[in-house]
């Protein structure tokens, strides 16, 4: 099963990036998240994969949609034609060196894990409040480089 | 001790690194500026698989909080960007990356 969805999952990633029409490689990015999302659930990450389903799947792919709609036809540009059997072999020739390497990382030792389980309510509210913060500050700063970008009209604004 | 954490999924491993190069291979080989931003997405979306697989043995609740602050961070990279796609369109009618060379300082 789980091979299954990594299987899918980098089909979709590869139908995302090679297939020309751009609505159908965002249809195929967004497959791709669904299936991250159930890999989520499968790894017993049930927090995680609600927020790529319903953000990352819903709310990404509504902003990507919605900007090649409005770019209309002119979203399609012909790209070059690089082989992509350079990157093949790069990619099995990297995994070749350093993946043995990331398998043989010394253990980790249990005195370092949580001797309970928490929460993630209390992981997020207490222990890492500053990852709030943060995510609070990115907000803001998205939403008002869109005002400025999008709407905004500079010195030399038409 | 337990069980490292990666040796549970070298599949998961494998999975991790093909994304890093199909999301590499977009940014480096296209030049529509929608591309780059989907290249950017699926690395971010091998890193998120990465943390999620690499803390399941020891079933780390921080590894999901810090997933959920990638996430969030992903999807202000992502309206922040089409947002300049958008503004790159409407200033040259055009979002492929090279008629922006003449930009440069």
Redesign the interface.
């Known amino acids: 099963m ?2 299954v969805l ?1 299987l899918g ?2 089909m979709c ?2 139908g ?2 090679l297939i020309r029409d ?1 609505l159908k ?2 249809i195929s ?1 967004l497959i ?2 669904i299936i ?1 999302g159930v ?2 659930f499968t ?3 049930g ?2 994969g609600v ?2 389903i319903s ?2 799947a819903g ?2 792919m509504v ?2 949609i919605m ?2 709609s ?2 209309g036809e ?4 012909k ?2 034609a ?1 082989p ?1 059997a350079v ?1 093949i072999v ?2 099995f020739g ?2 070749a060196i ?2 043995p390497k ?2 043989c ?6 005195k370092l ?2 001797v309970e ?4 309510g209390e ?2 509210w207490i ?2 409040t500053f ?1 709030i913060i ?2 609070i500050a ?2 803001f ?2 939403v008002f ?2 005002f400025a ?2 709407n905004g009209r500079g010195k030399h604004g038409k | ?7 549970y ?7 991790v ?3 890093l ?6 940014i ?5 500026m ?2 780059l ?3 950017i ?2 690395i971010s ?1 091998a890193i ?2 990465f943390i ?2 690499g ?2 043995p ?12 990638v ?10 960007g ?6 790159a ?1 409407r200033h040259s ?4 990356i090279r008629d922006f060379s003449n930009l440069k300082g």
């Open positions: 789980d091979i990594l999952l980098i990633v590869g995302a990036v751009m490689a965002a990015l791709s998240s991250l890999i989520f790894l017993h990450a927090y995680a927020f790529e953000v990352v709310l990404i902003l990507f900007t090649i409005l770019l002119n979203v399609d540009i790209e070059p690089i992509l990157f790069l990619f990297f995994s350093i993946i990331i398998l990382l010394p253990q980790v030792p249990d894990l949580p389980p928490l929460k993630i992981v997020l222990h890492r990852d943060g995510q990115a907000i700063a998205g480089v869109l970008v999008v | 001790m337990v069980n490292n954490a990666l040796h999924g070298w599949m998961y491993t494998y999975t690194f093909a994304m190069f199909i999301g590499f291979y977009c480096f080989t296209r030049r529509s929608i591309r931003l989907i290249g997405e699926i979306k998120c698989l999620i697989s803390s399941y020891t079933n780390i609740i921080t590894a999901q909080a810090l997933v959920i602050t996430i969030v961070i992903e999807v202000c990279v992502m309206a922040v089409l947002g300049l796609v958008i503004r369109y009618k055009s979002i492929d």
